[in-house]
């Protein structure tokens, strides 16, 4: 078996195959002759289903640069290594069926991204970042009993999500929305995940019944009636659009003209429009959308009460935005 593995592989480089199939190989550690020398440069879907592997060699990326698919479904994999994030060119990646408890927040690297499958693991929440790539359009976490809430950036991109509760029941009116200022012990962050936190501030947004703790870099949040934006705001967004935009080039800022922490999130803004797209770094107007009211309403037949919030820009956006648009 182990020549017939080799002798496949070594053709597939010779020959510069750009499909390889290595499924139901009975393999618990990634071959080795993938990894020789250069690796495989011209392979594009690599099919590795119904083996054991258990994790993922650190240099994947480095000797299958390539890699356009990767199907790992029906493995024992239990860590994916961060070094997943540098296959830049990677839009499909299938870990069904594996023994996942996290995924590396080094997954939202991939913005070539487009289908992710991450059905029938152990997750517990999924990293926020996750779902902030324009190409990503689906997320299959189907038969995750522990995962207790999604990325707001996920709201209509996830399919199947049976057992999810990001959103916690209130007994206020239907009427009535607020946002809130909490101080507590055991809270939810805003990928779902139980944290630990002490004399923490955390802002909620409360539509009717539903509420969800937004994610930490938002400071306040507005309504239809509130049209100026905050000061810090104004200038983050300015910052951004003068040094992205016209130079692409964030590196000539130095902590010396920016607070650090300001300065990470110029580099990383908290989010970008549902509506029109434009960064946002610590102002939001959210909008609220119980699953009843989404696409993805039919698939769960209302087996959950999850919900999802829009992120917008402005007033305007707020106004024009819905799950259609």
């Known amino acids: 078996m182990a020549s017939e593995l080799c002798k496949t592989i070594s053709v597939a480089r010779l020959e510069k ?13 990634f071959p080795l002759e993938l990894l020789k020398d250069e690796g495989l440069q011209h392979l594009e879907r690599l099919y590795m289903k119904r083996n054991s592997l258990t994790t993922l060699p650190e240099n994947l990326a480095q000797k299958l640069p390539n890699l356009v698919e990767l199907y790992l479904h029906s493995n024992n994999i239990v860590v994916v290594p961060e070094a997943i994030g540098s296959l830049v060119k990677l839009q499909c990646l299938d870990l069904s069926d594996n023994a996942l408890e996290i995924v590396c927040p080094e997954i939202g690297r991939l913005r070539a991204l487009r ?28 038969n995750n009993v522990q995962l207790k809430g999604l990325p707001s950036y996920l709201y209509n991109k996830v399919i199947g999500c049976n057992g999810l509760y990001s959103l916690t029941h209130t007994p206020w009116s239907s009427a009535r929305r607020q946002a809130t200022i909490l101080n507590t012990e055991d809270a939810v962050s805003g990928c779902g995940i139980p944290i630990q936190l002490s004399e923490v501030r955390l802002l909620t947004f409360s539509s009717g019944q539903l509420t969800v703790f937004l994610p930490a870099e938002v400071k306040a949040i507005g309504t239809e009636n509130d049209h100026v934006l905050p000061l810090q705001e104004l200038t983050m967004r300015s910052l951004y659009r003068t040094y992205h935009r016209l130079w692409k080039d964030l590196n000539f800022l130095s902590p010396i003209s920016l607070p650090r922490s300001l300065l990470e999130l110029l580099h990383c803004p908290l989010g970008h429009c549902h509506r029109c797209s434009e960064p946002m770094f610590t102002f939001v107007y959210p909008k609220l959308f119980p699953l ?34």
């Open 292 to 325: 009843r009211e989404t696409p993805m309403a039919g698939l769960h037949q209302r087996r959950t009460s999850i919900g999802f919030v829009a992120y917008c820009c402005s007033t305007q956006c707020l106004r024009t935005f819905n799950l259609l648009c």
């Open 115 to 142: 289908h992710l499958r991450l059905a029938n693991n152990q997750l517990q929440f999924l990293p926020p970042d996750l779902g902030r790539s324009r190409e990503l359009q689906y997320v299959y976490v189907d």
């Open 17 to 29: 195959h750009k499909n390889l199939f290595l499924n139901y190989r009975n393999l618990h550690h």
